[in-house]
């Protein structure tokens, strides 16, 4: 059975995002990916199979080899839901700031 998962599921495993970053500046293979963890090979092919079921992977294979890619595409969905966030915490961080600069330490 083919289970779509969703990719906040995907991303709530410590191992999943160290994936991530592993492959969003260069294409790797599986076997490449795996000799960065303390695991079995099988675990991460387990992790490499809920990232692609979820497109936050993408394949493709040259020669005998398959390599893996960020979709960045997909990973826009995770930055589109921090955003308002991230732009709440900025703010609460610029007020704060204004406070401090403000601020003058009785004598």
Same mark, same amino acid.
């Given at each position: 059975?083919? *289970?779509? &998962?969703?990719?906040?599921?995907?991303?709530?495993? !410590?191992?999943?995002? =160290?994936?991530?970053?592993?492959?969003?500046?260069?294409?790797?293979?599986?076997?490449?990916? =795996?000799?960065?963890?303390?695991?079995?090979? !099988?675990?991460?092919?387990?992790?490499?199979?809920? *990232?692609? #079921?979820?497109?936050? *992977?993408?394949?493709?294979?040259?020669?005998? #080899?398959?390599?893996?890619?960020? $979709?960045?595409? $997909?990973?826009? #969905?995770? =930055?589109?839901?921090?955003? !308002?966030? &991230?732009?709440?915490?900025?703010?609460?961080?610029?007020? *704060?700031? #204004?406070?401090?600069?403000?601020?003058?330490?009785?004598?």
């Amino acid at each position: 059975m083919n *289970l779509r &998962r969703d990719v906040f599921q995907a991303i709530a495993d !410590p191992t999943r995002r =160290a994936i991530l970053l592993l492959v969003a500046t260069q294409s790797l293979t599986a076997g490449a990916i =795996a000799s960065n963890f303390d695991t079995a090979r !099988p675990t991460v092919s387990k992790h490499l199979q809920i *990232l692609t #079921e979820c497109e936050l *992977l993408e394949q493709k294979q040259t020669g005998r #080899e398959i390599y893996y890619h960020i $979709n960045a595409k $997909n990973m826009k #969905e995770v =930055a589109d839901f921090i955003e !308002p966030f &991230r732009k709440m915490w900025d703010d609460r961080f610029n007020k *704060l700031e #204004e406070v401090m600069k403000n601020y003058k330490p009785k004598q």
